[in-house]
């Protein structure tokens, strides 16, 4: 058989397979047209041979370029999933509820800089950022009420936590248990990835191999205990809204994502087990059709890494599931009404990239945290997105597109180059060696500012033009009404802080607090002993400083 009709005969063997795949997945109901009432097929494709689709394929099958499922939005739309926490615990429960009511179908955890830092509201560091930029989280008794009257058994919760994501998790099942929810049954994802820590945000604990540590137990106790939580999600979006493009925010976020592969792997671990419990977190930036190709190229990435690196044979273990949120560097103080746009793009360019969960920001986060009609707008977006657009009807509506496969295949290119080098760095070949020398090395750090100073330079010369910033600049809007944190709230926060120190039973906590540094001693598993102190009622700050004393703290090296 010449070349051309064995194309052909690949991509009709390959139609045939989508159709019987799709033919026994779960649909959802109702008719599938255009506003103007034309049927759509669930999916397109070549019509006669084309020498690229081997790389492109059909829906749900390797290297899943065009997305996991062979139903794609038809099956399930995205999970609505907006991330929001302010003041204290009650203060946010409120708000969940107000967004669980309006449609959303999860919830996400922002925490305010305390708990990130693994600090308690009464701690010197904390005065005058308690409850400022998320939820104040000191003990269990705080995620309880964070959770009030929301079953933890059958809502997904997604926690935005990286340096002390360990004893929070343990928090969170703790209040679990408290509402009777056997452990077992619990689905979420905690974020967990210290990498992007060191590379971007800056919010560490410990040197990388303790937090290494803390992780490999992590996904030692999930893959036993809670089979279907997800205890890491790398992240991506902190790397890009530090300043990198498109290409390095891919790349970088991979190559994270295989050091915990490879994590795995060192601790014994069945990759096919727990390679499905990762997950991802995109930036999702204004350029659309960049945008739509990097999650395109990093479904087809991870894919072929996974099965030909690192031999998983599961397809749910070469599976790339990633939330996207949209760029909050892409919005404007001025004319802040804009950033409904922006964010509105953004987010379609993530639906059609096909991405499994979606947050849309608010308007007003330039300026402080959502007001509740703000949350409103943001939410309402997704809705119209999928309620009104019929985007949800055909699989990878963009697949074929001569510039989206261009643009896919050359951000993959660019992101096997920076695999290659980050291998290159390391001692012994592996990704994770790789990363930890890029992290002492500050290479990572200086690629970022490299290219963040690049775009700020455009931004000056006017090469780059953002309506309302360096164009189009008159207007006729008001100024905002916006959300402030009242300083009552941390003084609340640390009087029932001390209530609950008071009423407690401290020898517990001294027994337990013991028990946790006793265990990382040794190699252990951490999480049950972590789990004892969270029960106990032991603080965040508490657990953390135990830690700290043991394994001591972190200062990035000076770079110049």
């Known amino acids: 058989m010449d070349p051309k009709h064995a194309r052909d005969a690949d991509i009709e063997a390959g139609r045939a397979r989508w159709q019987a795949r799709y033919d026994a997945a779960y649909k959802r109901a109702g008719e599938f047209r255009t506003l103007s009432g034309l049927e759509v097929d669930p999916v397109y494709g070549p019509a006669s041979s084309d020498p690229r689709f081997a790389r492109i394929g059909w829906p749900g099958e390797f290297p899943f370029t065009r997305g996991l499922h062979p139903t794609g939005y038809r099956g399930r739309p995205w999970t609505i999933r907006q991330f929001a926490g302010f003041g204290n615990a009650q203060q946010t429960n409120e708000r969940y509820k107000m967004i669980l009511g309006a449609g959303g179908g999860g919830l996400s955890v922002a925490f305010d800089m305390p708990t990130l830092m693994g600090r308690d509201s009464d701690d010197a560091h904390s005065l005058g950022e308690v409850g400022h930029c998320g939820v104040a989280i000191d003990s269990a008794l705080d995620m309880d009420q964070l959770f009030a009257g929301i079953p933890l058994g059958e809502v997904t919760t997604s926690m935005t936590i990286s340096g002390p994501a360990v004893p929070i998790f343990c928090m969170y099942v703790v209040a679990a248990e408290r509402q009777g929810v056997p452990t077992g049954k619990l689905n979420g994802t905690l974020q967990t990835d210290i990498f992007k820590e060191y590379i971007a945000q800056k919010e560490w604990l410990f040197a990388p191999e303790p ?47 295989f ?13 096919d087990a727990f390679a499905p419990g990762l997950s991802f977190f995109f930036d999702a930036h ?8 990097k999650f395109r190229a990093a479904r087809r990435i991870w894919a ?6 690192y031999g998983a044979r599961t397809e749910k273990a070469q599976w790339l599931r990633f939330h996207t949120q949209t760029a909050g560097v892409s919005l404007t103080a001025q004319q802040p009404d804009n950033n409904i746009v922006r964010t509105a793009i953004e987010a ?27 949350a409103e707008i ?137 028990g946790l540094v006793a265990a990382a001693r040794t190699s252990e598993n951490m999480i049950p002993p972590m789990l004892e102190a969270a029960r106990a009622e032991a ?9 700290r004393d043991e394994w001591g703290t972190y200062s990035e090296p000076a770079r110049f």
């Open 211 to 257: 937090h290494l540590r803390l992780i490999g137990d992590l996904m030692e106790f999930c893959a036993a205990e809670i089979p279907a939580y997800k205890p890491l999600s790398v992240s991506g979006y902190h790397i890009r809204e530090a300043g990198s493009t498109a290409a390095q925010e891919l790349a970088f976020t991979l190559a994270d994502g």
């Open 259 to 271: 050091g915990y592969v490879e994590l795995g792997l060192s601790r014994g671990l069945d990759v």
């Open 286 to 293: 204004i350029d659309f059709f960049e945008e739509i190709a």
């Open 304 to 309: 072929r890494w996974m099965r030909d690196v």
């Open 348 to 374: 379609l360019a993530a639906v059609l990239g096909g991405t499994n969960s979606l947050h849309t920001n608010a308007l007003d986060e330039v300026l402080a945290l959502p007001s509740a009609k703000a």
């Open 378 to 514: 943001a939410l309402r977006t997704q809705q119209v997105i999928m309620e009104e657009t019929e985007v949800v009807n055909v699989v990878d509506p963009l697949g074929g597109s001569w510039y989206v496969e261009e643009l896919t295949d050359r951000l993959e290119a660019e992101a096997e180059a920076v695999f290659a080098k980050i291998r290159d760095m390391g001692s012994d070949g592996t990704m994770t060696s790789g990363i930890l020398r890029g992290i002492e090395d500050g290479w990572f750090m200086s690629e970022i500012a490299e290219a963040a100073f690049d775009y700020q330079r455009k931004l000056e010369k006017g090469d780059k033009r953002i309506v309302g910033v360096n164009c189009h600049t008159a207007t006729v809007e008001e100024p905002l009404e916006i959300l402030r944190i009242s300083h009552e709230v941390e003084v609340e926060q640390r009087r029932v802080l001390a209530e609950r120190r008071a009423a407690r039973d401290q020898a517990a906590v001294d027994a337990a607090l013991a």
């Open 539 to 547: 603080t965040l700050g508490e657990i953390c400083d135990a830690l």
